[in-house]
């Protein structure tokens, strides 16, 4: 048996560093704050589907965790662009009807859900492996181990790596020893993807939107959507719309918001956009674990994949991963993987 780590965090870097390092025999514990896995990847179940609140697409360039969904036997389908799109330009005029290019760069979805991807390694895992409901507060650094102190326990380990957003991780997690003061200051001004976003889904019983022509997509300069997608599943027999929200009807009500979208919708689709089955949504900067409150606005992507990432702290015991300090596609999925194959390397090279 190799050495003890410590993983703080189970979204995609957290399960994967955990699924890598134990198939290389080190003794592995994820310690995940939240009553669920995936972090910022949201597979709600919701009407007999599932719908994404979090991270839904892929590219033929995610060479890294195309790799792991390989590996994994996942399988992917193409994001659904056939028929015309809407376009709405003003509050007082009707949306317009226009063709989106073909030659677009094509998305892909994970079949059953983006969180197949991480319940394929979770199975591996024992519950002593991944606990959930263990928020870190504390790591106290000792010259031989580490220990980190959760809300309910006190684990010790040889390394601790974070996966948490390092913003957040500066900003939450208090340190026994004082961690650098550059690595503080460029954690304080690293930008977390998407945490302002503002996801909705809808279910429909029916494609309404096919027989027409349309694809699904909606643009608007007004809102309350911004941008809009057919979200309907790979086996085709359920419906739904996916999209993204107006950054500030975060502070409105969840009443408010869905009422303002019906409206929308009814401007776009008339009854049929209004007679949905179910509406779904996330808020992602009152998620206490990936936002916090009156954190400063930061550049989408500034600072991701900084070098200081690549140290090591705390006399080598202490390692940040997750998918901003990747410096490849960091802030995605693909960069959660690739940050991840760093680190697994370094492991074993070192023990
Ligand atoms: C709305 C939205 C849409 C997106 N769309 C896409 C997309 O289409 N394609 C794409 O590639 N990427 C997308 N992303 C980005 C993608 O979700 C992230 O890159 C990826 O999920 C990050 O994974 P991670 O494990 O590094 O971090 P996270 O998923 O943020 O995981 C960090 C984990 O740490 C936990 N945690 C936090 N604090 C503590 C604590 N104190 N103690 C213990 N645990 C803690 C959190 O609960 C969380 O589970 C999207 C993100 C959002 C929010």
């Given at each position: 048996m190799k050495k003890k780590i410590i993983i703080l965090g189970g979204g995609i870097s957290g399960i994967y560093l955990g699924y890598q390092l134990k198939k290389a025999g080190f003794s592995i514990t994820i310690l995940e704050a939240?009553?669920?896995?995936g972090g910022r990847i949201y597979t709600k179940k919701t009407h007999d589907t599932k719908v994404e609140l979090g991270a839904t697409w892929l590219w033929r360039y995610n060479e890294e965790l195309l790799k792991v969904c390989k590996d994994l036997n996942i399988s992917l389908f193409e994001q659904n662009m056939h028929g015309d799109a809407l376009f709405e330009a003003t509050n007082t005029d009707m949306p317009q009807r226009f063709q989106v290019p073909k030659n677009q760069e094509i998305s892909y979805r994970i079949v059953g859900g983006t969180l197949t991807l991480l319940e394929r390694m979770t199975k591996y895992f024992s519950k002593d492996e991944l606990q959930l409901n263990q928020k870190v507060l504390q790591i106290n650094d000792d010259k031989t181990s580490i220990e980190v102190i959760t809300e309910k326990s006190a684990f010790t380990a040889a390394i601790v790596i974070s996966t948490i957003p390092p913003q957040l991780l500066v900003n939450s997690v208090s340190f026994s020893s004082k961690l650098d003061a550059n690595l503080i200051q460029i954690a304080n001004n690293t930008h977390t993807w998407m945490k302002d976003a503002i996801k909705f889904a809808i279910v429909y019983k029916?494609?309404?939107w096919k027989e027409k022509g349309f694809s699904g997509v909606g643009f608007s300069n007004v809102g309350p959507f911004t941008e809009m997608y057919e979200h309907t599943n790979f086996e085709n027999n359920r419906f739904a719309f996916m999209g993204f929200l107006h950054g500030p009807l975060a502070n409105e009500s969840k009443e408010t918001r869905e009422e303002k979208i019906r409206k929308q919708l009814f401007k776009f689709f008339g009854e049929d956009g209004i007679n949905y089955l179910s509406y779904e949504e996330k808020v992602w900067n009152k998620e206490e674990f990936t936002s916090f409150e009156n954190d400063k606005f930061i550049n989408p992507h500034f600072n991701n994949g900084h070098s200081v990432y690549q140290q090591e702290f705390l006399k080598g015991k202490f390692i940040i991963a997750g998918s901003e300090t990747s410096p490849s596609y960091g802030g995605y999925m693909e960069g959660a993987i690739y940050r991840g194959n760093q680190i697994v390397e370094q492991l074993i090279n070192k023990f």
């Open positions: 939240n009553n669920r896995i029916t494609p309404f």
